[in-house]
Each structure stands twice: as structure tokens, then as C-alpha cells.
């Protein structure tokens, strides 16, 4: 039950970020090619982490093995978002992002780390952490 609980939670976050996504083409912003570029690379990562995990759920993989990679790529993933913030927010610094595409970025790499979050909390009640 929590499990799908948690699946669930990351099901609305992509939701979200749809919704970011079409505001943006609402709004006619524009994002940077960087900024483009580093929301691709996180979702690559994150779509990767959601996959090994719920590949663990399918062969329940309860190993120690699989919560320690599920750890450290996830930390990777917090750190990956961490970086885009920071160049984002250089960006905003030089005036090259508007308050409202400011706020729509944020909140999609907000969303990408929550998804993460969700999906290692699924780790966790594999190797019964929780």
C-alpha cells in the first residue's frame, strides 16, 4: 500500500511538470538552451532512477545492494539538481530569466527532486528500511 502510495505521488509530480511545461508554451517563455539542456539531463537521471526501481518492485529485489546503489544515485540526483539551481540562479542574477520563468524552472526541478525522493522512499520499503 505504501508503495503505491508513493508511485502515485510521483505520477502527480509529472503532472506538474506537464502543467509547468504548458504554462511556459502559454506564456510564450523562452527558455535558455542551458536551462533546456540541464532539465534534460535531470530528467534522463530521474527517468533511470524510477526505472531501476520499479524494476526492483517487478523482481522484488530486497537486497542491501540495491538500496545502496539506490542511495547513491539518488544523492547524485539531489546534487545534479542542486547545480542546475545554482547556474539557474546565476542566470536570473545576469537578467536573463523573467520572474515568472524563474518561478516555472524552480518548480520543475522542485518536482524532478520530489519524484526522486518518492522513488527512493519505494527503495526503502524494499530493503525494509521503512
Known sequence: LRMADEFESISDYITNI????LKL???EQRMTDEGVNDLQSLHDKVTEYI???AEAVQNENHTPEFFMEAKTKGTAITRMMKDCRSKHLERVG??????????IYT????AYRRIKDHAFNIAEVLAGEK
Do not use: E, F, N, Y
Not at 506537464?18 to 511545461?21: F, G, I, Q, V
Not at 518548480?107 to 522542485?110: A, G, I, Q, R, V
Open 18 to 21: 506537464l502543467k509547468l511545461r
Open 51 to 53: 526505472a531501476m526501481v
Open 25 to 27: 508554451k502559454d506564456t
Open 94 to 103: 545576469q537578467g536573463i530569466a523573467t520572474p515568472l520563468k524563474s518561478l
Open 107 to 110: 518548480d520543475m526541478l522542485t
